[in-house]
């Protein structure tokens, strides 16, 4: 079984958006929706494009530490990736365009940024590193769609937290490849009504495979998330 190790440390820079609820970051370009429903809370963080990745970092954790700011606390925390921060052409890269590729930008929820600068500071340099996930409990399946197409969002991955490829298979069907639509979502066209549903999934980082079984009863609906026993570590 593929562990998940951490990265070496790299440099960025971090700031906040919203304010002390997080209300802001609900939703987000992950497709998260509710990031207290769904067990992200407060500790999130919008990537860079550069870090973004296409939303394949959607659900990765990351260490941050502010660095060389009089602004600093010496604490740490660790957020998951739950949104986009877009690049803002508008403006210099060095002066308010933090997210603009190439530059490597984390902009957080202003409960995260508290726990590691005043956040009068506005933005402040760091050093992050990606970490493993620590989730309870096993993967979340949120399904959207229609009769003919089943849209999954994958939430609550340990491990890379990141997903690369996905499968769904009916008690009638063999392996169906879903396809990445956005964020940590995936999709599949495929008539899959009145049939329990399995998923495997391939983590983006460690390349691991693992199988949930049954994780929808034959009367799925969608609108509804189903929990699985199986996680990534």
Not at 69 to 81: D, G, I, K, L, P
Not at 101 to 113: C, G, L, Q
Request: proline share 5%.
């Amino acid at each position: 079984m593929a562990t998940f190790r951490p990265s070496p440390w790299q440099l960025a820079h971090a700031t906040f958006y919203g304010d002390e609820t997080a209300s802001e970051t609900m939703g987000g370009a992950c497709g998260y929706g509710n990031l207290f429903v769904n067990g992200y809370g407060t500790d999130t963080a919008a990537l860079s494009t550069t870090l973004f990745n296409n939303g394949y970092s959607c659900g990765s954790c990351y260490q941050i530490k502010c660095f060389q700011s009089q602004w600093c606390y010496s604490s740490f925390t660790t957020v998951t990736a739950t949104n986009l921060c877009p690049p803002n052409w508008s403006q210099d890269s060095n002066a308010g365009g933090w997210c603009n590729p190439p530059r490597v930008h984390f902009d957080m929820s202003k409960p995260a940024f508290m726990k590691i600068a005043e956040w009068t500071a506005g933005i402040v340099p760091v050093m992050y590193r990606r970490v493993p996930c620590g989730r309870s409990g096993g993967l979340r399946f949120s399904f959207q769609g229609n009769g003919y197409w089943l849209l999954v969002y994958v939430m609550n991955v340990g491990g890379g937290g990141d997903i690369a490829n996905m499968w769904v298979k009916g008690s009638q069907t063999g392996w169906i490849s879903m396809t990445h639509n956005w964020g940590a979502s995936y999709q599949a066209f495929a008539t899959l009504g009145g049939q329990p549903l399995s998923f495997r999934i391939t983590s983006y980082t460690t390349k691991e495979t693992i199988i949930a079984w049954n994780v929808a009863p034959a009367d799925w609906q969608v609108g509804l998330t189903y929990g699985a026993d199986a996680n990534f570590h």
